[in-house]
């Protein structure tokens, strides 16, 4: 079965200063990677998807990330944080067949003024 | 198009007693899941349905929980009896099969008393 570590439950950073959010999966290369953001109170939202057309995956609100096989992370960043980013962030692989989804432990995203 | 929809957003109900949550999926979607958001825990998927068959339910914490899905736009999960370890925020997302991506309702949060 797949697993993923998003290491930092915990992340804090200033407005403007880069963000990075780290993601490991396990070690079968998994069809679908994902990262989902989540507001207060409301469901999860994509942010973006990697299919293996690229390894560099383009989101929403200026997020990226890129998966690397060698290291098995889909570690996601922005070059400058908002404000309006501090949310909690899950990272999601697919297994095998592609119809199962595992979420990471999370990492919670604060923006400091 | 609507996304999916949830009911109720908030129950607060004593031990005990019965509860039912309630799920639209989006409309063509034909993959339904259920997950559990605790701080302790993070998410955990309960169950999956693909084309209202049960494909697994290997996540349901006990006989106490129980899913059903009568047809293509709509879905239960009923806990009876609840206990205050229930508590939680309940989520329900839906797919089209193999496109990979989940899309979230907001989910309900359930306080067992």
């Known amino acids: 079965a797949q697993s993923v570590t998003q290491l930092g439950s915990h992340v804090s950073v200033s407005e403007g200063a880069l963000v990075l959010l780290r993601c490991n999966y396990s070690s079968s290369v998994p069809p679908y990677l994902f990262w989902y953001v989540q507001y207060p109170n409301q469901g999860l939202q994509l942010l973006l998807k990697?299919?293996?057309?690229?390894?560099l995956v383009k989101g929403i609100n200026g997020f990226e990330a890129e998966f690397k096989k060698s290291e098995t992370s889909f570690h996601l960043t922005k070059p400058s944080a908002h404000m309006s980013d501090a949310a909690e962030y899950f990272c999601a692989v697919t297994n095998n067949a592609g119809n199962m989804l595992t979420f990471g432990g999370g990492t919670r995203l604060m923006v400091k003024p | 198009d609507a996304g999916v929809i949830q009911s109720p957003r908030h129950e607060v109900t004593e031990m005990g007693q019965e509860v039912t949550l309630r799920c639209k999926p989006i409309?063509?979607?034909?993959?339904l899941f259920w997950y559990r958001q605790t701080m302790m825990r993070g998410l955990e998927l309960l169950i999956y349905f693909n084309n209202n068959v049960p494909i697994d339910d290997s996540g349901m914490p006990e006989d106490r929980f129980s899913a059903k899905m009568p047809n293509a736009s709509f879905s239960t999960l009923k806990i009876q009896p609840s206990e205050p370890r229930d508590s939680a925020v309940y989520f329900c997302a839906s797919r089209l099969s193999g496109a990979g991506e989940l899309f979230f309702g907001e989910g309900s949060r359930l306080t067992v008393l």
């Open positions: 990697y299919t293996s057309a690229a390894t």
């Open positions: 409309s063509g979607h034909n993959s």
